[in-house]
């Protein structure tokens, strides 16, 4: 019988749509993914994989699947494929472009506020009893109204981020491997080199995707050309920025602070110096974490899933 295999734990209402097509494998863990051996055994006899950015789809593993199909990654990056050796072998992978842009726009905004106005700092402070008056200049942030904001990659996230940027009369720059003129128009953001966007920006916020191009492209001499008030703000993907670099920066005062929703290594071990500064943010990549989202994004890779199997195009394929 024709095999799926789902890597982590999501809905029965979910799992029932797939069960109607083909036996169903499911790694019953929310917080746990399906390791890596399990998931080669498992792989070898199936023809669809719902998988999610903890399971690397690499040359072993596709030597390893001779049956698979369909590859339908629950998220819009897929850096954790290799799309050209899938496409050699006539598998199509899919991803979910589209249906947590809003979502994710919003928790980068959550970030640079958190981060600019040090609620994380603040509230740590009440909890631990330290607030023992008002004080003119206690825990003071930075502001957001009227500043300068750098966005590293105009794609779909980058303009739902400019949008939500209209009511704090802030001045828009952006860096992308193309212009994108209905940016320009509809958010009044400037086209600008990489180098100006870091020496003019009070946030540097990223939400571009990890490539060979912008691996480590936030590294010691990014950061030196960024003002020393500056924050930055990391939706992206963890391995665009070189995280030695970054600690090295906030420890001696070349930017002041940063928000993270991504790290090159996920989960971040505990004693990583990172989690150890009181101007650092850092939530568990929860960028698209709305019930209504995850739920769209899941239901998309099922709707992939299907219609591979049912001889279909796929919804939203990925091009390698």
Not at 189 to 196: L, Q
Not at 235 to 260: K, W, Y
Not at 282 to 309: F, W
Request: proline share 4%.
């Amino acid at each position: 019988m024709n095999k799926i295999i789902v890597t982590r734990q999501i809905p029965q209402k979910f799992i029932s749509q797939l069960e109607d097509i083909a036996e169903v494998v499911v790694w019953n863990e929310s917080l746990i993914p399906m390791p890596r051996d399990k998931f080669l055994a498992e792989v070898q006899d199936a023809i669809a994989c719902f998988i999610t950015l903890n399971e690397t789809i690499d040359e072993t593993c596709l030597a390893n699947a001779p049956h698979l199909k369909v590859i339908a990654n629950m998220a819009v990056g897929y850096d954790n494929i290799d799309v050209n050796i899938a496409k050699q072998k006539g598998i199509i992978v899919t991803n979910t472009p589209e249906v947590l842009t809003e979502t994710t726009a919003e928790l980068a905004f959550t970030l640079m506020l958190a981060t600019a106005r040090r609620i994380v700092e603040a509230e740590k402070y009440v909890q631990d009893g330290q607030w023992k008056s008002w004080g003119p200049y206690l825990l003071s942030g930075k502001d957001v109204y009227g500043s300068t904001i750098g966005i590293f990659g105009m794609g779909d996230i980058g303009k739902a981020f400019a949008k939500r940027l209209k009511g704090f009369d802030t001045n828009i720059l952006y860096h992308n491997r193309s212009r994108h003129e209905d940016a320009e128009r509809d958010y009044n953001a400037s086209f600008v080199s990489f180098e100006e966007l870091l020496e003019k920006s009070d946030f540097v916020v990223c939400t571009a995707p990890l490539t060979d191009e912008t691996k480590y492209k936030f590294n010691a001499e990014a950061f030196a050309k960024m003002k020393t008030d500056a924050i930055f703000i990391n939706i992206g993907r963890g391995a665009i920025v070189n995280e030695n670099d970054l600690v090295h920066a906030l420890n001696t005062g070349q930017i002041l602070a940063c928000g993270l929703d991504v790290l090159e290594q996920e989960p971040i071990d505990v004693e990583h110096p990172l989690l150890k500064m009181p101007n650092v943010v850092i939530v568990p990549h929860i960028g698209s974490a709305s019930e209504y989202t995850r739920d769209r994004m899941v239901q998309l890779c099922v709707d992939n899933i299907k219609a591979v199997l049912n001889n279909e195009p796929a919804i939203t394929p990925v091009s390698s």
